[in-house]
């Protein structure tokens, strides 16, 4: 694994837990997780840009569709407000010609309707060393 985000989740309240799954590619790290008010499952990610993927049932399937919401942020941090609106909050190094440290963005997921027309996949377990 290099600089990839993956998942893992108990059963068991902890005593166990599954093989870790990697759910993006290399160099997708800082990966975060929310759960919007109907269970949808958000993970938002990256490096250089933030995107962001979705699971409706516990993150066994994620979206193959992956949404980007901006491409210069870095190390976003994201909540859901009671409306299921997500607010992200991410470095802006990148925007030297602002001054700016910090960008935040405001966003709704996408429709399950329009995301199961892209389809699901199931995380590859990760391989370990």
């Known amino acids: 694994m290099f600089q990839n985000t993956a998942i893992t989740w108990s059963e068991d309240g902890g005593k166990t837990w599954i093989t870790?799954?990697?759910?993006?590619?290399?160099?997708?790290?800082?990966?975060?997780?929310?759960?919007?008010?109907?269970?949808?499952?958000?993970?938002?990610?990256?490096?250089?840009?933030?995107?962001?993927?979705?699971?409706?049932?516990?993150?066994?399937?994620?979206?193959?569709?992956?949404?980007?919401?901006?491409?210069?942020?870095?190390?976003?941090?994201?909540?859901?407000?009671?409306?299921?609106t997500i607010v992200t909050i991410h470095d802006a190094l990148r925007d030297k010609a602002s001054g700016r440290r910090l960008s935040a963005l405001r966003w709704k997921a996408p429709p399950k309707a329009a995301v199961e027309k892209h389809g699901f996949f199931t995380p590859r377990p990760a391989e370990t060393a």
């Open 20 to 84: 870790p799954r990697l759910v993006t590619g290399a160099l997708q790290q800082t990966g975060c997780i929310i759960r919007l008010s109907d269970g949808t499952i958000v993970l938002i990610f990256g490096r250089w840009g933030q995107k962001f993927m979705l699971s409706y049932d516990e993150g066994r399937t994620w979206s193959s569709a992956v949404y980007v919401l901006n491409s210069t942020g870095e190390y976003a941090r994201s909540v859901v407000l009671d409306d299921d």
